[in-house]
């Protein structure tokens, strides 16, 4: 039997774009915005995403087998170990709608009323305080020389620290009482061992993290606004795709009109 082979569509159907039925702003596409406007707008308004790349094989297990962990102790209603070892007074939130929340393509959702537009986010997992406070949780996994004790100032920790932001403002605008500091639950792979015997050895630490929410609104009009235009928004200044295609398209344009004279 012949495997299956994805064939990169550039032409999505209108339903999954923004304005059809099925379209939401996740909090990956609020990060898109961040990282390139017009790659943004392309992919949402226009339909065309970005080529795919494979998935992080690795990392989505440890994310599994991090909640089959956490999970133990949500139904013994107990504190997993790493919260013991960092003070943290709390316990895995059990709630009915928490495998809606962790779902791709579902999550936490909240109508924003002053944009007309749904926003939706996957989280990782949530935490409760004696007080009914929650608390937000991401998994994260990587290969690092050192102790991960604090997020750095890359892009990346960066869209972290936002991921969080809007997990709680997710969860606030749905009622809840969310602490201001969310925790990353980082596995850190060490690679100085002499041999890989079949095995990695991980490193697992807390990452506290301080989430805002005061730049979500004025980002989600600025978004809004982005895909009302009709005029194309500007490049991301790191952005890699679309230097490329200026640059393929000048010269795919060179050649067909070389070969027309």
């Known amino acids: 039997m012949s495997e299956y082979t994805y064939k990169y569509n550039p032409n ?4 999954w774009n923004y304005g059809g039925a099925k379209w939401k702003l996740s909090r990956s596409k609020i990060d ?5 406007p017009r790659c943004f707008y392309l992919d949402n308004k226009l339909g065309t995403k970005r080529p795919g790349f494979p998935s992080f094989n690795l990392n989505i297990a440890v994310d599994e087998l991090f909640k089959k962990e ?9 504190p997993h170990p790493i919260m013991t070892q960092y003070n943290i007074d709390a316990v895995p939130f059990a709630h009915k709608n928490l495998d809606d929340w962790r779902e ?8 924003h009323q002053p944009t007309d537009m749904t926003i939706s986010g996957a989280v990782d997992d949530v935490w409760v305080d004696p007080k009914g ?9 990587t290969s690092k020389e050192g102790r991960i004790e604090a997020l750095g100032d890359s892009p990346w920790e960066k869209q972290y620290a936002r991921q969080l932001g809007i997990y709680r403002w997710l969860l606030e605008q749905n009622g809840f ?11 850190n792979a060490d690679k100085n061992l002499a041999a890989f015997d079949n095995k ?16 979500i609104d004025e980002t989600l009009v600025e978004i809004k606004n982005c895909l009302e235009s ?4 500007a490049t991301g200044q790191a952005c890699e795709f679309c230097p490329y295609r200026e640059a393929a398209g000048k010269k795919l344009q060179a050649i067909h009109f070389a070969n027309k004279k």
């Open 200 to 215: 990695l050895i991980f490193e697992s630490t807390l990452v506290a993290v301080e989430t805002t929410v005061d730049w």
């Open 133 to 141: 406070k929650v608390i937000i949780i991401d998994y994260k996994s």
């Open 104 to 111: 791709n393509f579902v999550g936490i959702m909240y109508a």
């Open 230 to 233: 009709n005029e194309l928004p």
């Open 12 to 15: 999505r159907s209108s339903e």
């Open 32 to 36: 898109f915005f961040f990282e390139c």
């Open 177 to 187: 009482a969310v602490n201001q500091i969310g925790y990353l639950v980082y596995a």
């Open 70 to 78: 956490f999970d133990v102790h949500r139904l013994a209603g107990t």
